[in-house]
T-cell receptor
Framework: DTGVSQDPRHKITKRGQNVTFRCDPI?????LYWYRQTLGQGPEFLTY????????KSRLLSDRFSAERPKGSFSTLEIQRTEQGDSAMYLC???????????????FGEGSWLTVV | RKEVEQDPGPFNVPEGATVAFNCTYS??????FFWYRQDCRKEPKLLMS???SGNEDGRFTAQLNRASQYISLLIRDSKLSDSATYLC????????????FGQGTELSVKP
């Protein structure tokens, strides 16, 4: 399978614990995005990388959230001291370089479901 | 005002019906527009891009009205398999390809 892969697919954790999600993008894609989605809502942008550089972070990404893409390939999203409000599906997506003059098709992984109890 | 707004539905229609979804966006300088489809508890998948001249892909037709900042998706002869949530997606200018999603419109096609 050469699509975007995410791991783990499901995570149940106790409030206050730390969790980490991993994303492996499509191999030739240099852009990688993290989104969060809760029930009944569309995906909300969290952050994105071009190669290893983190170019933008949403206000939604509090100090408890950190994302890395150390070698410009896979990425991790860590949530520290989880809260019940962090329960959501965390979606990773990747795309080819953005040219600015045409649509930017992004391809999503299957998501990582987080439940904080 | 949200950057991308959609009627959340749900839209309940019989098989064979024609159904239309609308979406408005706030940034008039937005460049690119898409419709994504999302099945229950699955990831969003690109359904079609939306071009200024309008475009059609089989039973699906997308239209863009830049003056009104309005995007539409028309599904003709709806099938049971069309049941899903349809997400309106906008690529705002000068934001490096980031996509902004509407909250989605749920469609349920009944036999």
């Amino acid at each position: 399978d050469t699509g975007v892969s995410q791991d783990p697919r499901h995570k149940i954790t106790k409030r206050g614990q730390n969790v980490t999600f991993r994303c492996d993008p499509i191999s030739e894609h240099n852009r990688l995005y993290w989104y969060r989605q809760t029930l009944g809502q569309g995906p909300e942008f969290l952050t994105y990388f071009q190669n290893e550089a983190q170019l933008e972070k949403s206000r939604l990404l509090s100090d408890r959230f950190s994302a890395e893409r150390p070698k410009g390939s896979f990425s991790t999203l860590e949530i520290q001291r989880t809260e019940q409000g962090d329960s959501a599906m965390y979606l990773c997506a990747s795309s080819l370089p953005y040219t600015g003059s045409e649509g930017n098709t992004i391809y999503f992984g299957e998501g990582s479901w987080l439940t904080v109890v | 005002r949200k950057e991308v707004e959609q009627d959340p539905g749900p839209f309940n229609v019989p098989e064979g019906a024609t159904v239309a979804f609308n979406c408005t966006y706030s940034n008039s300088a937005s460049q690119s527009f898409f419709w994504y489809r999302q099945d229950c508890r699955k990831e969003p998948k690109l359904l079609m891009s939306v071009y200024s001249s309008g475009n059609e892909d089989g039973r699906f037709t997308a239209q863009l009205n830049r003056a009104s900042q309005y995007i539409s998706l028309l599904i003709r002869d709806s099938k049971l398999s069309d049941s899903a949530t349809y997400l309106c997606v906008v690529n705002p200018p000068n934001q490096g390809g980031k996509l902004i999603f509407g909250q989605g419109t749920e469609l349920s096609v009944k036999p």
